[in-house]
């Protein structure tokens, strides 16, 4: 081999280790993007849930509360009290009934009965409001609890234009709806937000709304405590046309306050007929991190093509010295030079195939112990399909070889039908890996993994006419109910894309009720070496 060839052996695997870099830094980034997904999914659902069931919360409530004749003094009684104590962050519960202007001196008359600090109806700006000037109804908070807040009795909720808006939408919809944050003349220290809940007689008469009190700091800081959020986010909840927004949840990222890039998560939800959007903000710049897990790849894959090519010149340029002193034994070397480009061949092929098996095990959730038992097991079975075709002086390997104990687990208890085939050397390692890991799969959560459980391995040649097809299917049964998995590691990708694609051909995996199906269809010329007239029949 002449240096000129060395050289490009050096930077097509230079080239190779830059491709692979790339593709693991942007696989990298993607799965990452992922588990952090994961984490800020299930915060978010937790939040929701949370918050859905405050709006839960006020509509049971409400169901509950039989409004009085409007002439009753406190009508709320102790049921407002108890309440209260249904949610530990529930400020407080009020009755506003829809009461007509030329009813106000009634209305007045009760505050007064109920001995409220100011038995008057006003806004919310203290000023008194006269209810002839008016063309809608009143909405008056006419009782409150707890006790402290009954400064709000005799506030009119509709001179406020966004309470009023939320009041009617919860009359017209005969949903809970909720205002935007409010200082109330009761809770000036913090901003609050109301939740409406419409109330309606027998008749389907509206009767008013009964409003709940929320306190946004301890809500929303109360819902993201319930479940884990992503490590050192910050959480800003905005509502629909704020343009500031309602909450936000901030974390130390860094002791020496190093300004970090954020990668950014949006979830929205409705609230109360309200749009909620979340942001979380995670302290991670995975641009970064996938550039340097890729610049680490590459230095990898680089060092070891350069190894590989000094290694292989050291050996061609002894081969051209023992060739040089020993000149009658001309047809030994050219014997030898073969053999080294062969075994080049094959080493790089085997090297590759290595790789990438121990690279794609080390998936994300697993543990050390866990992806070193995976790659030994991967490993065997490439391990025993060379040792099967190195026996057969790498010319071609038996396909029914391939499906036994010595390769597959539990191999007795698969039933196995199809002509037997000679596999090249390429696809006999392939078949070997893909067989491997459907059986091991089927041993750790198929039907394998039961005593009753069976799985059957079923291959044909088509088309025997034209150009032969070669169909593979892989049927499990008995087994437990199978699930798709939440995440896709190499076992996932080596049946879907690895091994379609060294076939030239394609695949298909199904999650049955009954149990986990794959078929695989590949030309036929893709699996045995047509050179070989002696496999012509197969």
């Given at each position: 081999?002449s240096?000129?060839?060395?050289?490009l052996?050096?930077a097509?695997?230079i080239l190779?280790?830059?491709?692979?870099?790339?593709?693991?830094?942007?696989?990298?980034?993607?799965?990452?993007?992922?588990?952090?997904g994961?984490?800020v999914?299930?915060?978010?659902?937790?939040?929701?849930?949370?918050?859905?069931?405050r709006?839960?919360?006020a509509?049971?409530?409400?169901r509950?509360f039989l409004?009085p004749?409007?002439s009753?003094?406190?009508?709320?009684?102790?049921?407002?009290?108890?309440a209260?104590?249904?949610?530990?962050?529930?400020?407080?519960?009020?009755?506003?009934?829809?009461?007509?202007?030329?009813?106000?001196?009634e209305?007045e008359?009760?505050?007064?009965a109920?001995?409220?600090?100011?038995?008057?109806?006003r806004?919310?700006d203290g000023r008194p409001i006269?209810p002839k000037t008016?063309?809608?109804?009143?909405?008056p908070?006419?009782?409150?609890?707890?006790?402290r807040?009954?400064?709000?009795?005799?506030?009119?909720?509709?001179s406020?234009?966004?309470?009023?808006?939320?009041?009617?939408?919860?009359r017209q919809?005969?949903e809970?709806?909720?205002?935007?944050?409010?200082?109330?003349?009761?809770?000036?220290?913090?901003?609050?937000?109301?939740?409406y809940?419409p109330i309606f007689?027998?008749?389907?008469?509206?009767?008013g709304?009964?409003?709940?009190?929320?306190?946004?700091?301890e809500?929303?800081?109360?819902?993201?405590?319930s479940?884990?959020?992503?490590a050192?986010?910050?959480?800003?909840i905005?509502?629909?046309?704020?343009?500031?927004?309602?909450f936000?949840?901030?974390?130390?990222?860094?002791?020496?306050?190093?300004p970090r890039?954020r990668?950014?998560?949006e979830?929205?939800?409705?609230f109360?007929?309200?749009?909620?959007k979340?942001?979380?903000?995670v302290?991670?710049?995975?641009?970064?991190?996938?550039?340097?897990?890729?610049?680490?790849f590459a230095g990898?894959?680089i060092?070891?093509?350069?190894?590989?090519?000094?290694?292989?010149?050291?050996?061609?340029?002894?081969?051209?010295?023992?060739?040089?002193e020993?000149?009658?034994?001309?047809?030994?070397?050219d014997r030898?030079?073969?053999?080294?480009?062969?075994?080049?061949?094959?080493?790089?092929?085997?090297?590759?195939?290595?790789?990438?098996?121990?690279?794609?095990?080390?998936?994300?959730?697993?543990?050390?112990?866990?992806?070193?038992r995976?790659?030994?097991?991967?490993l065997?079975a490439l391990?025993?399909?060379?040792?099967i075709?190195t026996?057969s002086?790498?010319?071609?390997?038996?396909l029914?070889?391939l499906?036994?104990?010595d390769?597959l687990?539990?191999?007795?208890?698969?039933?196995m039908?199809g002509?037997?085939?000679?596999l090249?050397?390429r696809?006999?390692?392939?078949?070997a890996?893909?067989?491997y890991?459907?059986?091991t799969?089927?041993?750790?959560?198929?039907?394998?993994?039961?005593?009753?459980?069976r799985?059957?391995?079923?291959?044909?040649?088509d088309?025997?006419?034209?150009d032969?097809l070669?169909h593979l299917h892989?049927?499990?049964?008995g087994?437990?109910?199978v699930?798709?998995?939440?995440?896709?590691?190499?076992g996932?990708?080596?049946?879907?894309?690895?091994?379609?694609?060294?076939?030239a051909?394609?695949?298909?995996v199904?999650?049955?009720?009954?149990?986990?199906?794959?078929?695989l269809?590949?030309?036929?010329?893709?699996?045995i070496?047509?050179?070989?007239?002696?496999?012509a029949?197969a």
């Amino acid at each position: 081999m002449s240096p000129a060839l060395l050289t490009l052996l050096a930077a097509a695997g230079i080239l190779l280790s830059i491709y692979v870099a790339r593709e693991e830094s942007r696989q990298f980034r993607a799965l990452e993007r992922l588990r952090i997904g994961e984490i800020v999914d299930a915060n978010f659902a937790a939040v929701s849930e949370y918050l859905l069931e405050r709006v839960n919360l006020a509509k049971t409530v409400s169901r509950f509360f039989l409004p009085p004749p409007l002439s009753t003094p406190a009508p709320l009684g102790s049921f407002g009290t108890r309440a209260i104590g249904l949610a530990p962050d529930l400020a407080f519960v009020g009755w506003l009934p829809e009461v007509p202007p030329a009813q106000a001196t009634e209305i007045e008359q009760v505050l007064r009965a109920s001995e409220a600090p100011d038995p008057t109806l006003r806004g919310e700006d203290g000023r008194p409001i006269d209810p002839k000037t008016l063309d809608r109804p009143l909405f008056p908070v006419i009782d409150i609890a707890p006790e402290r807040d009954r400064s709000a009795l005799g506030i009119d909720a509709g001179s406020v234009p966004d309470r009023l808006r939320a009041i009617l939408a919860a009359r017209q919809s005969h949903e809970v709806t909720r205002t935007s944050p409010l200082r109330l003349p009761q809770a000036q220290d913090a901003e609050t937000l109301l939740l409406y809940a419409p109330i309606f007689d027998e008749a389907g008469r509206f009767l008013g709304v009964m409003g709940f009190g929320f306190r946004i700091d301890e809500l929303f800081r109360s819902a993201l405590a319930s479940a884990k959020a992503p490590a050192g986010a910050a959480i800003a909840i905005s509502s629909q046309g704020a343009s500031a927004p309602l909450f936000n949840l901030s974390s130390d990222i860094a002791a020496d306050n190093e300004p970090r890039r954020r990668t950014l998560f949006e979830r929205t939800m409705d609230f109360g007929q309200g749009e909620l959007k979340f942001v979380y903000a995670v302290p991670r710049d995975l641009q970064r991190e996938g550039l340097w897990r890729g610049l680490w790849f590459a230095g990898t894959g680089i060092a070891m093509t350069l190894g590989a090519v000094l290694l292989i010149g050291f050996i061609l340029n002894r081969a051209a010295i023992l060739s040089d002193e020993v000149a009658s034994r001309k047809s030994a070397e050219d014997r030898l030079k073969v053999l080294i480009h062969e075994l080049n061949h094959r080493v790089r092929n085997v090297m590759a195939v290595a790789q990438a098996v121990v690279r794609l095990s080390f998936t994300p959730g697993l543990s050390l112990t866990e992806i070193q038992r995976t790659c030994e097991g991967r490993l065997q079975a490439l391990a025993k399909a060379m040792s099967i075709l190195t026996a057969s002086d790498w010319k071609s390997v038996s396909l029914h070889s391939l499906v036994s104990e010595d390769i597959l687990p539990f191999a007795g208890r698969i039933e196995m039908e199809g002509p037997d085939i000679a596999l090249r050397a390429r696809s006999a390692q392939t078949f070997a890996l893909l067989l491997y890991e459907l059986a091991t799969n089927a041993a750790k959560h198929g039907a394998l993994s039961v005593p009753e459980g069976r799985v059957t391995l079923q291959w044909r040649i088509d088309n025997l006419g034209g150009d032969p097809l070669f169909h593979l299917h892989w049927k499990e049964s008995g087994g437990p109910v199978v699930e798709a998995p939440s995440r896709r590691g190499f076992g996932e990708l080596l049946v879907r894309r690895i091994a379609p694609r060294d076939m030239a051909g394609k695949s298909e995996v199904r999650y049955e009720p009954g149990g986990f199906e794959y078929e695989l269809q590949a030309p036929l010329r893709e699996l045995i070496d047509t050179r070989t007239p002696s496999q012509a029949p197969a």
